[in-house]
């Protein structure tokens, strides 16, 4: 059986803006529109952020619930990953109201606090990852564990042994962020070898570290993500049209390595998920 890869499709993120590549996806409408077009074009999962009415980061309720349900409305099967650190400075049930009330298959699970680098400190408290955990717990919902750096690991093996996270887990390795680990091939190997047999896992590199990093973790065996979150530019000196673009290269890089990317069912069966909307279309 040809190897599935899990391709998840992150169109919009918290810091890119229209100044910066105007086809970036902002508002309800255009998110779920381009969701719509990556999933026709293979992307298994959707990360999704939402934005407010100026195009600043946000965890705005409405935004979110307008957003999925126009993706939920159509024939789109993509198995929705809600962020839960689209905005800085929230109270902790802010940063998960959504998920009680939407219910998706997946939501991010940043485990660890670190420096944005001349900015801000990206706060992720213990008494945070605590509830955060509890919540999905409670609702069925999957855990994308993002990781920053390797104390991330360390904290999730640390949840996992208290029953906060639950096996089999799922890593995020985000590589190259302000205040991270860098976007190296060895780093990717590194993070790799920490997390427990059993576990699923997909990497993704910024800027200049994007493609050998996409390369070096198809050839590993992981799952992939792409998308204007973590690069406007499809090559160096030219801005990405669309997440359509970057969905349609890796598709191709995938069969060229002999394997396929994973049906948004194949991806929920990959990752073992529970919380599979019962009006999902196939």
């Known amino acids: 059986m040809t190897e599935k890869v899990i391709l998840t499709v992150a169109p919009t993120g918290a810091w890119p803006s229209k100044q910066d590549n105007p086809a970036i996806p902002l508002q309800p409408e255009e998110i779920a529109e381009d969701v719509y077009a990556c999933w026709k074009a293979g992307a298994s999962v959707a990360h999704i952020h939402v934005r407010d009415d100026n195009g600043l980061s946000s965890m705005n309720f409405e ?58 400190v990206f706060e ?50 985000v590589l190259g962020a302000a205040g991270g680990i860098d976007a190296t091939v060895e780093n990717l190997v590194y993070l790799k070898s920490l997390i427990p047999t059993g576990s699923t896992w997909g990497a993704f590199g910024i800027g200049k570290g994007h493609m050998p990093v996409l390369y070096a973790t198809i050839a590993l065996g992981g799952h992939v993500r792409v998308g204007m979150e973590d690069n406007i530019y499809y090559l160096k000196g030219r801005l990405a049209k669309s997440n ?39």
């Open 244 to 282: 359509v673009e970057f969905v349609e290269r890796v598709k191709r890089l995938v069969n060229e390595m002999g394997k396929e990317t994973a049906t948004p069912d194949e991806a929920r069966e990959i990752l073992k998920l529970k919380n599979i909307p019962k009006n999902k279309n196939n």
């Open 63 to 120: 935004k979110f619930e307008r957003t999925v349900e126009i993706i939920r409305s159509t024939d789109c099967g993509i198995v929705l990953n809600l962020t839960t650190s689209g905005q800085l400075g929230l109270k902790d049930e802010d940063r998960w109201r959504h998920l009680v009330a939407l219910k998706p298959e997946m939501a991010s699970y940043d485990c660890g606090t670190m420096n944005w680098l001349n900015t801000s």
């Open 124 to 173: 992720n408290s213990p008494s945070f990852l605590e509830g955060l955990g509890n919540v999905m717990n409670e609702y069925n919902i999957k855990p994308e564990i993002e990781v920053f750096d390797t104390s991330f690991i360390y904290n999730a093996l640390y949840y996992l042994k208290k029953g906060v996270l639950k096996a089999p887990l799922h890593f995020q390795f």
